[in-house]
Each structure stands twice: as structure tokens, then as C-alpha cells.
């Protein structure tokens, strides 16, 4: 089944207020640490996605029961030790890097083997940048070329490390920090800027956490082992998600959305700064603090006189599941637009990289490559005619809504593939499409 769509009219002008889904990287984050805590956690407002599924039914795997009740899922754990690993088990990760890397840090203390699978794309993904800390610690784990499947086996005697983290990947970091809180001692990670959200929950636990910022790295130091009970989490909108909404309204003619509720915490906001700095003048309104993450109101309306950027390589973590999008807009911008060193984009779902440059000279856009550097020619009168076909792109979800962002702002008919691919982080994607008048067939 390929589940194709059709795309052949542009969005006309709206003024509309909405909500997008929950955010996936605090979502999963939740449901693990919940199920590490010693009593019950309600977690509102948890993003019903395929992948926060997965995290769902690896905690259940694992002996952890949780319950949907009206407005929250209720989780109840048993503490650091009380996951059920007496007899081997397979994990079954699906399609989620994040719920992959961070378990294996949880599972630095199982009594048993415990195996842990992924879909197609995931088992293409690279676990050596998890696997080999986590080994350090004294927990014994095996895998074959750095792939999935990894056996892990955990250790009762774990050490505490010291780790530089240098990929500025949050789920490396998060996994080596939840591995810190089983270990006794104090583990030392010097970890490359990136999302700030396992920090902030141990904040908020209570959990002996340290951190030291400096521009390029942050020095976080935690001091385990630390049992924590049982929280209530209030998930805000997810900014990623945000971001095919934000530049469909950018595109089109006449037409301004505000999105309620989203975390606009800074370490995931890039994308804002750089379509600002492109001329966008998209605000947060009602800004307020929860639980160490800002949130706010996004307000963007359709802009005409976009224009080209050199993207500040700092900018790349905080915008790393941005850039197909941003993409699209440099595209459509006056000037050339420069991106550099972005290689961890070909590490994700798809190798995004590859897949947005072969996307965008498709439907005529020029762009010279030099390694994990692109220049993208922009042109404010792009306006398309043809017809596109967008397919082997391994699913990967946020390929899938950047192509239909472009079909609805350029025009053309435009044949989508694989269009359930949202549903891994963005069930309602199409819904909200339709909220807005996309008309999509
Ligand atoms: C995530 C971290 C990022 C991001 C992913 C979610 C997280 O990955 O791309 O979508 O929740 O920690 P990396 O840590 O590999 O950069």
C-alpha cells in the first residue's frame, strides 16, 4: 500500500487560529522518565503519535503499566530498579531515534539481554554515538556495524564517565544522562549545544544536576544514583510541527496564523531566528514560563520580500529538524542563500540532506553542493506548472509535509507518496491542512 495523495491547487488566503500536536522530543522523554519514577506520573497533553506509541509499549514491554484516562495518561513506575527484565526481551522501537537512544540509557542496569529493534529507516541509523558511552559506563553491549539490532546487557556494578559529546546531539547526551542517574557518583559530559529538555525535567525531579554554559558546549555534571517520584507534565505544542504551518502561511497571499501554545524554548527555536532573519517577522505573543521551557503564541503572516541568508552555523542545532523547510523558503527568497556543515541532516529519518536537494532540483530549483554545504539559488517568482511525483523518501515524516507545504505554495500536481509517514509525529497534519483550506485529494 502506498497511500498516495494528490495535491493540485494552492492554498488560498486564511486568517485562522490553531493548535498543532504535542511535542514529541518532551513526549517520549515523559513516558520514560515516568516509568523510572517511584509512583504514579499524569502526563497531559501526551502527543498520541506512532512513536510516542512505541515509547508506550516499551515501558509496557518492560513491566511499567500506564492507563489512559480523560485528559492524561496515567504511568506508574517502580523506581530505578524496577524495570521487569528477569527474562529476555525485545524492544521494538519503530521508527523513533529518540526512544531508541534514550532506552539504552535506561537499560544500562537490566538484569537480563535485552534486544532492541527498529523499523527499515531506523535500522540504517547509527547507535555507535549511544553504544560506545554507554559501554564505558560497564553496561555490555553488542550490535553489528554500528546498526540495529543492539543487545544490551546491563552491568550492577555501572562506574560514572566522563564524556565529550561533540555531534551537538540531544538524544546522545540525554541517553548518556539518564544512563548517570542508575550510576553511583558523578558523571561528566561536556556535550555540544543542543535541546535542553532532559535537563530541564531533571531540574524539575529534583535530580542532583549541575550545568555550566559556555558558548559552544554546556559542562553538566549529575550525581547518581537518584530516585525521583512520580510527576504531572502538561506537554505544550510541539514547534517542529509548528513549522510546516509557519512557512505555508509565510508562502502563501494574504494570510496570518497564530498557533497556540508551542514550545519555544531557545535550544528549538533556530528556525525562527533564520526566517526572521530572512525578512519573516514572525512573533511569539503571551509568552510564559512551565516547568524551565518557555512557551508562547506563534503570529506569522505571508511575506513577499524574503530574502537570502548565510545561515550562522550556530544556528544548526536549535533548527536541526527545520532545514527541509527553511529550505523551501530560501528557494523562494531573493539571493542566494548558504547552509553549511549540515552532515547530521543526512543521519536522520532519511538522509534529509540528500533527499531536499534531489526534491528541490526536481522542481527546478538551482542548488551547488560541496560536501554538507549548499547554496540555494533563490527566486521570489518561482511558481510551478508541472507535475511532481515525490516518492523513496523511507517515510520520513517531516519529508512528507515539507512536500506538501511546496504543493500547496508553489502549485503544480503534485503525487505524494506514503502519506501516512506523518503519523510517526504529526497524526493530524492533513486535518489541520484542511482547517486552513488545503484542498488535498
Ligand atoms: C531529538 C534530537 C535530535 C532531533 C530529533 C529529536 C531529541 O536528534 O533531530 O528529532 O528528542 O532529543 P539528534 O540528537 O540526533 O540531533
Redesign the pocket.
Known sequence: MTNKIEIKEKVKNFKKIIKVGSD??IS??CVLLASQAIGKSRIYNLLESEDVFDALKAIKKLGIKFKKRKNFYEIEGFGLDGYNTKKKITIDAGNS??LA??ILGLLVNSKNVVTLKGDKSLSKRDFS?VVEPLKLFGANISYKNSFLPVHINGSNYLRPIKYHEN????????AIMLASLKTPGITKIKAKK??D??ELLFKNLGIPIKIIKKKIYDFIDIKGPFNFEGFDYKVPGDI?SSSFFIVLTLLSQNSSLIIKNVNINKTRTGIIKILNKMNANISFKNKKKYKGEFLGDISVKSKKNLKSIICPKKLN?SA??EFLIIFLVAAKAKGNSVFRDLG?LN??ESPRLNIAIKILRQIGVKILRNKNDIKIFGNPKLELTGSYTIKNFRKDHRVLMMSCVAALTLGGCWTIHDSNSSNTSFPDFFKKIKKLGGVIN
Open positions: 514529541k522530543s517520549i522523554r531515534g529518540t537512544r534514550l554515538r555531534l551537538g546531539s540531544a538524544q546522545c547526551k540525554s543542543s535541546r529538555h532532559t517542529s542545532s536541526i529538524d547530521e543521519k536522520k
